[in-house]
T-cell receptor
């Protein structure tokens, strides 16, 4: 399977703390994306980082990419209860197809 | 912008009946639409890719006759689960992509929870 692995599988933190999720993938990539899924809902695109980028920011999100280790991390700073969701990394396989990682379930308690 | 509407959000049906799920891109024309299946607490598994006016491309292990996909226009794709059985119960999610907005980024519907009794 080309599916990426994410860790941790589940993460529980308090509001205000930072949350870090890691993603490892198996094949060479042009870009890596992070998506968020609220329980029982569809996915929302968060950020895309290209293979020639090492770090990217968007609001409270910071994504890093290490192509030599085939890994990426997503950092959410100053987390809020509304950040509670599952987070998936995704890479492109073949033409257009996204392959999603196993996901990290984040719980942010007030 | 980039809104994808999926309908219905929840459907319960009897075993042996067929269920149709619609996926519409509301404010853009989707060159490609995708259908995924997701089991509880698991990741999304791609079922098929469809381009407007052509036959869908199914992933290995997905039954074409069981999951019928029609992509009749640039804004509408449908997934029909034929002769549904309890093992077809799952969360089905569609997504759409268009290079006019952003290459490789998919915009997702809210999903359809199918329960087959």
């Amino acid at each position: 399977s080309q599916q990426g692995e994410e860790d941790p599988q589940a993460l529980s933190i308090q509001e205000g703390e930072n949350a870090t999720m890691n993603c490892s993938y198996k094949t060479s990539i042009n870009n890596l994306q992070w998506y968020r899924q609220n329980s029982g809902r569809g996915l929302v695109h968060l950020i895309l980082i290209r293979s020639n980028e090492r770090e990217k920011h968007s609001g409270r999100l910071r994504v890093t990419l290490d192509t030599s280790k085939k890994s990426s991390s997503l950092l959410i700073t100053a987390s809020r209860a509304a950040d509670t969701a599952s987070y998936f990394c995704a890479t492109i396989r073949g033409f257009q197809k996204l392959v999603f990682g196993t996901g990290t379930r984040l719980l942010v308690s007030p | 912008g980039a809104v994808v509407s999926q309908h219905p959000s929840w459907v319960i049906c009897k075993s042996g009946t067929s269920v149709k799920i619609e996926c519409r891109s509301l404010d853009f024309q989707a060159t490609t639409m995708f259908w995924y299946r997701q089991f509880p607490k698991q990741s999304l598994m791609l079922m098929a890719t469809s381009n407007e006016g052509s036959k869908a491309t199914y992933e290995q292990g997905v039954e074409k006759d069981k999951f019928l996909i029609n992509h009749a226009s640039l804004t509408l794709s449908t997934l029909t689960v034929t002769s549904a059985h309890p093992e077809d119960s799952s969360f089905y999610i569609c997504s759409a992509e268009t290079e006019t907005l952003a290459k490789n980024i998919q915009y997702f519907g809210a999903g359809t929870r199918l329960s087959v009794l």
